[in-house]
């Protein structure tokens, strides 16, 4: 059991990753303790503040931002790289593990990350939140506005509500601390003051051009955003039905819990037990057991403790590899 001091003096490689407001005071505090030939790294979503935070060590540094959640698969995910001019072997060896694990590379400086993330993440998120911020102020419940959207807008009320589900404290300090963050904000509220100028005055003329700028700025991207925003609606539309399909099947001792949906790798090796257990087990009746699919781990756990289920299959790790 090695105290923070203790992991940083021990360590090659020293990964800060806790929250923004957070990141500086506690590279300070370990920064003196690790050692000339070895690293300091983070996974900050901001990279200035940290990389010349880090940079005031002795030893090699670093900036990362990985474009995923911890949730996520590694493999075909974007890990962002800033090298420094203490960036030495174990940035190298970082680069090339993560290329071995079927990761993006994309290399910049923590300068140009920032102006970058500041549209990438600052601009869209911005967008989400005040978005369901105004639904928010209209007063309709979700639930009944929901019977009068169509699916496309319904996953744009979905996108909204997921990043509100998530913690403030981090999209706050995305907000907050990007140094270039007022810029993209402040162009967005000159955008919104264009259209609501245009609508006030029952401009329609106005509101084509306003419309025609922005498909001239997407350029070809539009008919490709429409056929696989299409994709996406269709895959939700089959998603909600068979959500309606399972809703009307109760779990019963003749199931087992599986984690859903059908044909993963936990589907296949629910299969092959199920048949294992036909062949060889003296209780027969474990042959007739059908599958009881569930969206969540913990499902699977609470079913069969609660008796709801005979037994249930649980894949010891879902994120990497399946």
């Given at each position: 059991?090695?105290?923070?001091?203790?992991?940083?003096?021990?360590?090659?490689?020293?990964?800060?990753?806790?929250?923004i407001?957070?990141?500086?005071?506690?590279?300070?505090e370990?920064?003196?303790?690790i050692?000339?030939?070895?690293a300091?790294?983070?996974?900050?979503?901001?990279?200035?503040?940290?990389?010349?935070?880090?940079?005031k060590?002795?030893?090699?540094?670093?900036?990362?931002h990985?474009?995923?959640?911890?949730s996520?698969?590694?493999?075909?995910?974007?890990?962002?790289?800033?090298?420094?001019?203490?960036?030495?072997?174990?940035?190298?060896?970082?680069?090339?593990?993560?290329?071995?694990?079927?990761?993006?590379?994309?290399?910049?400086?923590?300068?140009?990350?920032?102006?970058?993330?500041?549209?990438?993440?600052?601009l869209i998120?911005f967008?989400?939140?005040?978005?369901?911020?105004?639904?928010?102020r209209?007063?309709?419940p979700?639930?009944?506005?929901?019977?009068?959207?169509?699916?496309?807008?319904?996953?744009?009320?979905?996108?909204?509500?997921?990043?509100?589900?998530q913690?403030?404290?981090?999209?706050?300090?995305?907000?907050?601390?990007?140094?270039?963050?007022l810029?993209?904000?402040?162009?967005?509220?000159?955008?919104?003051?264009?259209?609501?100028?245009?609508?006030?005055?029952?401009?329609?003329?106005g509101?084509?051009k306003?419309?025609?700028k922005?498909?001239?700025?997407?350029?070809?991207?539009?008919?490709?955003?429409?056929?696989?925003?299409?994709?996406?609606?269709?895959?939700?539309?089959?998603?909600?039905?068979?959500?309606?399909?399972?809703?009307?099947?109760?779990?019963?001792?003749?199931?087992?819990?599986?984690?859903?949906?059908?044909?993963?790798?936990?589907?296949?090796?629910?299969?092959?037990?199920?048949q294992?257990?036909g062949?060889n087990?003296?209780?027969?009746?474990?042959?007739v057991?059908?599958?009881y699919?569930?969206?969540?781990?913990?499902e699977?756990?609470?079913?069969?403790?609660?008796?709801?289920?005979?037994e249930?299959?649980?894949?010891?790790?879902?994120?990497?590899?399946?």
């Amino acid at each position: 059991k090695l105290t923070n001091r203790e992991l940083a003096q021990k360590s090659d490689i020293t990964i800060v990753s806790v929250p923004i407001d957070n990141t500086e005071k506690v590279i300070r505090e370990v920064l003196p303790y690790i050692r000339r030939e070895a690293a300091i790294m983070d996974f900050t979503s901001i990279k200035q503040m940290p990389v010349l935070a880090m940079l005031k060590g002795n030893c090699e540094v670093l900036g990362m931002h990985p474009m995923f959640g911890n949730s996520n698969p590694i493999p075909g995910q974007t890990v962002i790289l800033c090298p420094t001019k203490k960036s030495g072997k174990w940035s190298r060896w970082m680069s090339d593990f993560l290329r071995r694990n079927n990761v993006k590379i994309e290399e910049m400086s923590a300068q140009e990350h920032d102006k970058i993330m500041n549209i990438a993440q600052g601009l869209i998120h911005f967008a989400e939140i005040t978005f369901a911020d105004g639904l928010r102020r209209t007063g309709l419940p979700i639930e009944k506005l929901f019977k009068f959207t169509g699916k496309a807008s319904e996953l744009k009320i979905q996108l909204a509500a997921r990043i509100i589900d998530q913690d403030p404290g981090l999209y706050g300090n995305i907000q907050i601390s990007n140094p270039y963050a007022l810029n993209s904000l402040k162009k967005y509220k000159e955008s919104v003051d264009e259209l609501l100028k245009i609508v006030e005055k029952k401009d329609l003329n106005g509101f084509k051009k306003y419309f025609l700028k922005n498909k001239e700025f997407f350029g070809n991207y539009t008919k490709q955003a429409y056929s696989d925003s299409s994709y996406l609606i269709d895959k939700f539309v089959e998603l909600k039905r068979n959500e309606k399909k399972l809703a009307q099947i109760k779990p019963t001792l003749s199931h087992i819990a599986v984690l859903g949906p059908k044909n993963t790798f936990s589907d296949i090796a629910a299969d092959k037990y199920l048949q294992n257990f036909g062949q060889n087990s003296a209780e027969k009746l474990i042959s007739v057991l059908k599958k009881y699919f569930v969206r969540e781990l913990w499902e699977i756990f609470d079913l069969v403790e609660k008796g709801k289920v005979k037994e249930g299959i649980a894949p010891i790790e879902n994120k990497l590899h399946g």
